[in-house]
């Protein structure tokens, strides 16, 4: 089993920045692929970004290129996302999730993920 918990979000200024973390314990992280989904209120979850187990092949929503980043260290099981030039319309509860396969960025990016956390809420006012 994988748990994972995600820490950073808060209240943010249009075009400030974040840093979210996702603390990931359970197994060896280097096997798993991880990535980010976000919810806005009343609206479905929406793929965000991932990262394969080794970190060398990331993947973004076309939404957010340029403005995020995606990063791991698979020495502190812990995974990133960066976000700068925040925009209202990001406001979201944003989620860590994992994927058994260490090169699983497609099943992220389709939601098909096999470990969830509880996400943390990301508000940006303009």
């Known amino acids: 089993q994988v748990q994972l918990v995600e820490s950073g979000g808060g209240l943010v200024q249009a075009g400030g920045s974040l840093r979210l973390s996702c603390a990931v314990s359970?197994?060896?992280?280097?096997?798993?692929?991880m990535g980010w989904i976000r919810q806005a209120p009343g609206k479905e979850r929406e793929f965000v970004a991932a990262i394969s187990g080794s970190g060398s092949s990331t993947y973004y929503a076309d939404s957010v290129k340029g403005r995020f980043t995606i990063s791991r260290d698979n020495t502190k099981n812990m995974g990133y996302l960066q976000i700068n030039s925040l925009k209202p319309e990001d406001t979201a509860v944003y989620y860590c999730a994992a994927d058994r396969n260490p090169v699983g960025l497609a099943a992220i990016s389709t939601l098909h993920c096999d470990y969830w956390g509880q996400g943390t809420q990301v508000t940006v006012s303009s």
């Open positions: 359970g197994r060896t992280f280097s096997n798993y692929a």
